[in-house]
Each structure stands twice: as C-alpha cells, then as structure tokens.
C-alpha cells in the first residue's frame, strides 16, 4: 500500500512552490504589543531569558525557555538570527511534508488537494507554532513506521524536547507519544526486549541533560505546567454567547472525525490481525489523541478566537490519517472531514472572526525580505497610561521590581528589563489554585523578593469578571505582610517592601457545612476573614470536564449597604481561599486592605456559591471554613503541607 516514487524533474519545482505557500510571517521580528494580557506574558519571556531566570523555580509558565524562539519573536533578547534559522528550519520541515506527500502517489488530484489544503491553511486567521512541531513529530513517527529509516526516531525524539520547552503541555504530550512509539515499534517487531528500555534511556537521558543547557529546574518546570494546565481548564473556561453555532460545529465534526475510523474499526474487527491492522489502529490512536487535544484547546476558552484555530489546524490530524492509513477505504473516508474542516474553517474566519482571509503569500516573503536588512527592530508606542512618573523611575532604576496582577509590558515600556524580579507565576490569571499561589506567596516572604511592586486593583486588573480578592488571595496576604503603599498615579500603585514585616497569624475558624445555592451568612469579625470552600465535582461533573469545560460555578456576593455582585469562581479558587473584603475592584479599596491598622467592620454580609442550571455537575454538600486573621504572623494562616 506504502510507497514512493522518485521526485521527476518537474515535479521538484513544484514543491519548491508549494512550501513557499506556506510562509507565513510578514517580518523576522514582531512589535511588542503593549496593556494587554497576551503581550505581556510575550515580553515575559522575553524578559525571562534576559535576565537568566531558572525555568521551573524562578519562572513559571507552560511557555518553556524556547518559547521566546516561535511564540513571540520580540526584539527584547531574541537574535535576528535565531529567527532567521528557525524559520528556514520550519520551511525545510514543511518541504519534507510535502515531498512525502508529492512522492507517494502523484497525481492530479493529489495535487490539487494538497494546494488546496496549503492554501487554507495559510489563508485563515491563526496560529499556534508548538502544534506544528507536535504534528512534524507525529509525522516524522508515521513515516517511520512505513520506511524503517532508523534515524528518523532520533530526529522526532528532537523534535518532541524542542516542543517540551516551547510549551511544555503540548510537548509532554509529545515527548510521551516518542516513547509510546518506541515501546510499540519495539514489540510488534518483535525485537530484544532491551530495545525499548534502551530508547526510553536514551529519551529520559536526553530530557534531563537538555534541562541543565536550557537552565531549567525540570521536576518543578513539569509539576508547574501541570498545575497551570489542571487549574486552567477550571477557571479559564468560556461560554461566549457569539460562539454556539460555532461550538455546535466543532462539536459535530469532531464526532464524525471520530466516528468514521471507530466504524471502520468495528467493520473489519473479524478479520485476522495484522502488523498492518495494528499500525492502523496506531496511527488513528496518535492523530485522534491529537485531535482531542486541540479541540480542549479550543474549547475549553471557547471565544471566537481559540474556536477558530480548532477548525484551522484540525486538518492536520486528519491529514496523518489519509496519508498514513494501511485502508484506500478508510483514506478516502477521511477526506469527508478534511473537506469539511476546510468549509467551516472559512465559514468561521469570514463569518466570525471577520479578519479577511491572508492572500498575499509572495507579498509576505517580500516584507519579511526586506526586514531582514533593517538596522533596528520595531519600536512599540507606549501608551500614556503606562508612562510612570520620574520620581518613580528614579527610585526603582535603583533597586528591583515586580508588576501585578497582568500587565508585565509596564516593566518593559519604562526601561525597567534589568530590574524585573518577577514573582514565579508572575500573571495573575494563571494562579488558579493553591500550590501555585503558595509558589509567589513564598516568594514575597523570602529575601529574593522585590523592593518594590508596580500594582493596580482596577476592574480591568481581572479577567472574566473575577473577583480579585479571590485572585492570588495567598500572595496578597503576604503582600499585606511584608508590602506598604508608597505612592499613588491614576490606576497604578507603587508597593514598597516594609523594614518590619506586620506579623498575621489565625485567631480562629468557623466551619459550616451547607449546600449549594444556600447564602452563607458571614459571621461576625473586626477584621480580616477568608472564606475556604470545599466544592466537588460529581461524576457527571468530572466527566463534563474532562470531554468540555467544567460547569460554570459563580460567586454572588451581598455587601452591608445591600449592593449585590457577582464574579466568576471555580473549586480550587475557593479551595485555595477567597479574602472576604472590599468587594468593589477600586484602588481606594486595596490601599484599605493594606493598612494593617484599618479595623473596618466586614463590607460582606452574605455570599452565595451559584451553579444556577449546573446543579447536577457538583455534589450538593460543601464544607465551609472563615478563617480569621489577626496581625501576628502570616504562616500560621497556610500551614505548611496544607
């Protein structure tokens, strides 16, 4: 069924033309966007690298030490010519994709189809470079398979650690599909048994000695990026109102994806199994595995957006599944879904997303020619809001600094690069849960910590409507503890570390048990109070987020004077702790908070853990704590190993 055919003369031309199709950047470098969350966490890593900071401890983040390299192409501490090499690098990857395919089996309409696929996938909104390298490996693993080319293990083994410290969620997920194609490759060849115990040495072997060159705490680096990515599919999920006509197409195709290869599956179950039949099942397995990941990609942060890169990139999983499949019948199946994948990508860009569709290939390579000789990398234009006053700068030029809870392009925009000490998890959005609000909450406490913290408690300091004393409610009490307000602009305030800490410790706890929905009525307390709840999923719940997103779960809040808010929450948020105070997001408000001399009575009255129509998602039982603190000592407040 597997083979190829000798690339003719003028048939080489034409992948020389194809693969130009492909380029997609319009300069080597890009221009640093500023006040947003996205740039900020480019500059971050940016910043990162500059200053040499240990991944995995010093720096925290599912974008690993390479990430600057394909994610953010910053003139801050990348060199032009490491963009240079990594993109003439990605031409000549996507030239081999499709040489193979141009050599399987020429024909007119393979051709037209491949065209036509490029031409897609250059032309719709979006990008995502770590699941180009993760689809480059499964393919380099498949052709494999079908050639016996020894070395292209060795080189998809490179291609799976390059993906790991690019993004590490998408490159572990790589790096294990490498040894799960070593083990079976191994056993259904029936070769000595040490065979794969010596491929996954040399892998594990590998992992570890590419950690100490990149500067990276590797156990930690892993358990971070865990953490984020479990907490994340908890709190960062999204239901925009714009999108369900979209998701029911996502939805749809992914079952039809699905459903043509199981039934093929279930149609030749009675005949004899084969090395070929295995490598069949292999190949689905790998490209379905995939599949499912973009689509929790997609779906979990279900805006416009993320929904539109489902449709986009789908075609690639789909693609390995064509081009590698042992059945002509299954092969031609598949081309279904890939026509499909292609209209509603075009449907969602145009209809949705509403960015044109990008047509100007050869243009592109013109732009990104020209840059090439640019003198000097582009220059952002730093709005007003982000311009801090001289005194300011003139303190902190001299001493080091932080910015919370979002907005990193602050420390870049003030050229404050070789100032930034970033706590580790240094976006607040991402601190989700309790081990990695721990992770910054030790930081601060610790003589590593920042002399000064560039900080704002505005509406527009959270995401999704969270209520931001549910956002790092660990690290603001240490920020209470070892932090004052020094000075006030606009939105901004500037927090400089205390000579004396202000000790906090826990002058008691309430415990209520209750059920969901029920007001929680806030006992009375001259001082600060955290509420801890421990809300579970119940099996449906489990199964939902694990397939979906987890069911939506809100926190209203009722103040004294009768106002009522309500805010965005998930479990390990309220697990972790929720400050019960001020529950308008004003700067007054956190400028209150910090004095440990104000002994205002409680501003909430009442909250209420809401499910609304997501009952059925959690258990109706939760157990509630208040804990209460008092200025002694911040660590009695967290145990440790609690």
């Known amino acids: 069924m597997f083979s190829y055919h000798r690339m003719s003369h003028a048939t080489k031309p034409l992948c020389v033309f194809i693969t130009l199709l492909t380029f997609d950047n319009w300069t080597v470098f890009n221009t640093p966007s500023m006040g ?38 910053l003139p801050i501490a990348t060199q032009k010519w490491e963009i240079i090499v990594y993109d003439a690098w990605l031409l000549v990857q996507t030239g081999f994709v499709i040489w193979a395919f141009l050599t399987r089996r020429f024909t007119v309409f393979n051709m037209v189809m491949l065209v036509g696929a ?3 996938l250059h032309s719709v909104f979006g990008g995502e470079p770590p699941f180009y390298v993760f689809y480059f490996c499964l393919f380099v693993l498949f052709y494999h398979l079908r050639t016996n080319r020894h070395w292209l293990v060795g080189y998809a083994l490179l291609l799976s650690l390059f993906t790991f410290y690019v993004k590490a969620n998408v490159g572990l997920v790589t790096f294990l599909c490498v040894l799960t194609y070593v083990t079976y490759y191994s056993l259904t060849r029936r070769l000595p048994w040490y065979w794969p115990v010596f491929g996954w040495a040399i892998a594990l072997l590998s992992l570890w000695l590419s950690s100490v060159w990149l500067n990276t705490d590797l156990v930690n680096f892993v358990a971070v990026c865990l953490q984020v990515v479990d907490s994340y599919n908890d709190t960062m999920h999204a239901l925009p109102p714009n999108s369900n006509r979209v998701m029911a197409l996502g939805f749809g195709l992914l079952g039809l994806t699905a459903a043509i290869p199981f039934g093929y599956l279930i149609q030749t179950r009675k005949k004899v199994v084969t090395i070929g039949r295995l490598d069949q099942l292999f190949v689905v397995t790998l490209a379905g595995m995939q599949l499912f990941i973009l689509f929790k990609e997609a779906f979990v942060r279900a805006d416009i957006w993320h929904l539109a890169l489902f449709f986009k990139l789908g075609l690639l999983p789909v693609s390995l599944i064509i081009f590698f ?27 949705y997303v509403k960015q044109g569709l990008n047509v100007y290939q050869f243009r592109q390579l013109l732009t990104y020619g020209q840059s090439l000789g640019e003198p000097a990398p582009p220059k952002p234009e730093v709005p007003a809001a982000n311009q801090l006053p001289a005194h300011w700068l003139s303190a902190l030029k001299s001493s080091t600094v932080d910015a919370g809870p979002l907005d990193v392009s602050l420390i870049y925009a003030n050229n404050l690069t070789l100032n930034y000490r970033p706590r580790p998890v240094f976006q607040t959005y991402q601190v989700t849960n309790r081990y990695l609000d721990s992770l910054n909450a030790t930081f601060y406490r610790s003589a590593k910590a920042p002399a000064y913290i560039l900080f704002t408690h505005a509406a527009k300091s959270t995401l999704d409507n969270r209520f931001p004393f549910a956002d790092e409610a660990r690290t603001k009490i240490a920020m209470r503890q070892y932090y004052q307000v020094a000075d006030q602009h606009q939105d901004w305030l500037l927090l400089k570390r205390k000579i004396r800490p202000t000790p906090i410790d826990t002058a008691g706890r309430q ?12 006992p009375a307390y001259n001082g600060l109070q955290v509420l801890q709840a421990q809300v579970q999923y119940s099996f449906f719940g489990q199964l939902v987020r694990f397939i979906f997103q987890p069911p939506p779960l809100a926190l209203e809040i009722e103040s004294r004077d009768g106002k009522h808010f309500r805010h965005k929450i998930s479990a390990p948020m309220l697990a972790n702790g929720v400050i019960l105070t001020y529950p308008e997001a004003t700067t007054a408000s956190f400028i209150q908070f910090m004095d440990a001399n104000h002994r205002a009575v409680n501003p909430i009255q009442a909250v ?10 959690f258990k109706p039982l939760i157990t509630v704590t208040f804990v209460q603190l008092r200025d002694r000592t911040a660590e009695a407040y967290y145990p440790a190993g609690r």
Do not use: H, K
Request: aromatic share 14%; with cysteine; glycine share 8%.
């Open 511 to 522: 415990f209520l048990r209750t059920r969901l929905n029920n007001q929680i009525t806030i």
């Open 325 to 351: 499949g042992q059945s002509v019948r299954l092969a031609r199946a598949m081309l279904i879904p890939a026509f499909l994948f292609i209209m509603c990508g075009l449907y969602v860009n145009i209809r």
């Open 36 to 73: 947003n969350a996205d740039g900020s966490w480019s500059i971050a890593l940016q910043l990162a690298r500059l200053l040499n900071l240990r991944y995995g401890t010093e720096f925290a983040f599912t974008y690993g030490p390479l990430g600057f390299l394909c994610s953010t192409r």
């Open 608 to 617: 209420r853990l809401v499910s609304d129509r997501w009952q059925w998602g």
């Open 118 to 120: 490029v031409l897609y």
